[in-house]
């Protein structure tokens, strides 16, 4: 793979720390969830970056269906949920759900093209496999 852009993101103290990401304004505080055992105190978490690309990037996704597809869609947006837990092997695993909306489409064709977002969007093919992802497609 011919890498184009690559980012570099430096932590320090793990969840419970800091992380800045180099050539960007992002330099976040941490901070565990209370549901994982932590103090509550405000920060940023690992899901909540996660969730903020993945979105980020399946909407840029879906953008491109309409392109190639020649598919007039005036506004999208993705909401992307991500949850953490224990799996069977006793680590942690992640799941994922994202919902698209789309507007000036058809529900039909709104779920294909989500369906042919997931196959172009980098998150989605780094992660498939490996985690579970809901998809759904809504339209305005």
Same mark, same amino acid.
Request: net charge neutral; glycine share 10%.
């Given at each position: 793979?011919?890498?184009?852009?690559?980012?570099?993101?430096?932590?320090?103290?793990?969840?419970?720390?800091?992380?800045?990401?180099? %050539?960007?304004?992002?330099?976040?505080? *941490? +901070? !565990?969830?209370?549901?994982?055992?932590? $103090? &509550?105190?405000?920060? @940023?978490?690992?899901?909540?970056?996660?969730?903020?690309?993945?979105?980020?990037?399946?909407?840029?996704?879906?953008?491109?269906?309409?392109?190639?597809?020649?598919?007039?869609?005036?506004?999208?947006?993705?909401?992307?949920?991500?949850?953490?837990?224990? %799996?069977?092997?006793?680590?942690?695993? *992640? +799941? !994922?759900?994202?919902?698209?909306?789309? $507007? &000036?489409?058809?529900? @039909?064709?709104?779920?294909?093209?989500?369906?042919?977002?997931?196959?172009?969007?980098?998150?989605?093919?780094?992660?498939?496999?490996?985690?579970?992802?809901?998809?759904?497609?809504?339209?305005?």
């Amino acid at each position: 793979m011919k890498i184009l852009y690559q980012a570099k993101a430096i932590s320090h103290g793990g969840r419970d720390g800091k992380v800045r990401v180099e %050539n960007s304004p992002l330099d976040l505080e *941490l +901070a !565990v969830p209370k549901e994982m055992g932590g $103090s &509550g105190k405000a920060g @940023a978490n690992p899901e909540q970056l996660f969730a903020a690309g993945y979105a980020a990037c399946f909407e840029n996704a879906i953008l491109h269906v309409a392109r190639v597809q020649k598919i007039n869609v005036p506004a999208t947006s993705v909401t992307a949920e991500v949850g953490i837990g224990r %799996n069977q092997a006793g680590g942690y695993s *992640l +799941a !994922v759900s994202l919902t698209a909306t789309l $507007s &000036g489409v058809d529900q @039909a064709t709104a779920e294909s093209m989500v369906q042919e977002a997931h196959q172009v969007c980098p998150y989605s093919n780094a992660i498939r496999g490996n985690v579970e992802v809901t998809l759904a497609a809504r339209t305005e």
